[in-house]
């Protein structure tokens, strides 16, 4: 019972060891005058004297930033620990930007366990760029990657990049990053860089092993990712470069999804059916909201219509009324008074021609006539 938290202790001062192996710490200085700005980038309020001018600040000291970065030795330590894990044995792993030298890559293949110091030593590391020359060794089958993509791109495509990034970092400016460039070209020789170690390697398996060591070109590629998509449903383009490196990687080689990767992808499935339900529901209530617009658009212009009618019917109306006004006195003076007299004697009468009797009476009956057998 006494060994487990014996091993444990020991596990635990050995994480120490390889935690203490950094290298030695590089003192930059931070302007306290940019982190006098707020989280949104306002500047400071300037003190005041008592005559209400603004009074010139002094500038603040500068303070000291130690920056610390593990030794390859360290990095080599983690890294091969993590790619022992039966995760990584069994499904496979992806270094992404490591190793980035021919010597990382050697304390990170070949074959021997690395020693780790006590903690508290101090470990010093070889210069960016530099090789360690030694004897050629076998590297661990176990560690050593199928597939080595190498990008390659002009240093123009990348300056542009460079510029559509925001500084996330404090290293995405000009003259760091060519210096990151130049170690980079440095390390990628063709002959003795860390494609060509790679390429050379031998693993300390029974069979030959190799190396397929692929580059693409990603000049015409865009300069930044195109935004995630904000919905399960939503298509993502397709992205040309990672078809190549599909093509490179060949198709999975797995035992298949596990009983998670099957329930959660079940349960994106039934996301997608309840959004594209949403969906469906939302277009036909918006469908329904523009039929009921239009409709109700269609009753007001009718509205419209039948009131501008009613006021264009009330319009003629008087104006016949004014017409008529004269043609009625006319008729009234002229007109009625002697035909209702002819009607009146047509009905006493009861002729057999009424319209001819009446057409009679009326010339009898003319005051016209009337007044020519007077004189």
Not at 45 to 67: L, R, Y
Not at 191 to 218: F, H, I, M
Not at 292 to 321: H, K, N, P, T, W
Request: with cysteine; aromatic share 4%; hydrophobic share 35%.
């Amino acid at each position: 019972m006494m060994r487990k938290p014996k091993k444990i202790k020991e596990r635990l001062n050995e994480l120490k060891g390889i935690l203490a192996m950094k290298v030695k710490p590089k003192v930059q200085v931070e302007d306290d005058s940019k982190a006098a700005k707020g989280k949104a980038g306002k500047p400071a309020i300037k003190g005041k004297t008592g005559k209400g001018k603004d009074e010139p600040s002094t500038p603040p000291e500068a303070k000291p930033v130690e920056v610390v970065r593990y030794t390859d030795k360290c990095l080599a330590i983690m890294y091969r620990w993590k790619l022992g894990q039966p995760m990584c044995r069994n499904q496979g792993y992806v270094l992404d930007g490591y190793p980035k030298t021919v010597a990382q890559a050697k304390l990170l293949l070949e074959e021997g366990e690395l020693e780790v110091p006590e903690e508290g030593a101090e470990e010093e590391e070889a210069p960016e760029g530099e090789a360690e020359d030694g004897e050629v060794k076998k590297v661990e089958d176990r560690l050593l990657p199928d597939k080595v993509i190498h990008f390659v791109a002009c240093d123009e495509f990348l300056t542009q990049r460079l510029m559509q990034i925001t500084e996330q970092a404090e290293h995405n400016n000009a003259s760091d990053f060519q210096r990151r460039l130049d170690v980079y070209k440095a390390n990628s020789k063709p002959n003795g860089g860390l494609c060509s170690y790679l390429e050379s390697v031998l693993s300390n398996a029974e069979e030959v092993r190799e190396v397929t060591v692929r580059e693409l070109k990603v000049d015409n590629c865009p300069l930044l990712p195109p935004p995630p998509p904000t919905s399960p449903l939503e298509e993502i383009p397709e992205d040309p470069l990672f078809k190549q490196i599909l093509d490179v990687l060949g198709p999975p080689r797995n035992y298949g999804p596990t009983p998670q990767e099957i329930e959660a992808a079940y349960l994106l499935e039934v996301r997608k059916e309840e959004e594209r339900n949403l969906l469906v529901q939302e277009a036909e209530r918006q469908r329904l909201e523009r039929e009921a617009a239009d409709r109700a658009e269609v009753a007001r212009l009718r509205q419209e219509e039948a009131g501008r009618l009613m006021a264009i019917q009330e319009q003629e109306r008087q104006m016949l009324e004014l017409r008529k006004e004269p043609l009625k006195k006319y008729l009234m003076e002229n007109v009625i008074p002697i035909l209702t007299q002819g009607l009146i004697e047509v009905c006493e009468t009861r002729p057999e021609d009424p319209i001819d009797h009446l057409a009679e009476w009326l010339f009898r009956h003319n005051p016209e006539n009337q007044g020519d057998s007077a004189a």
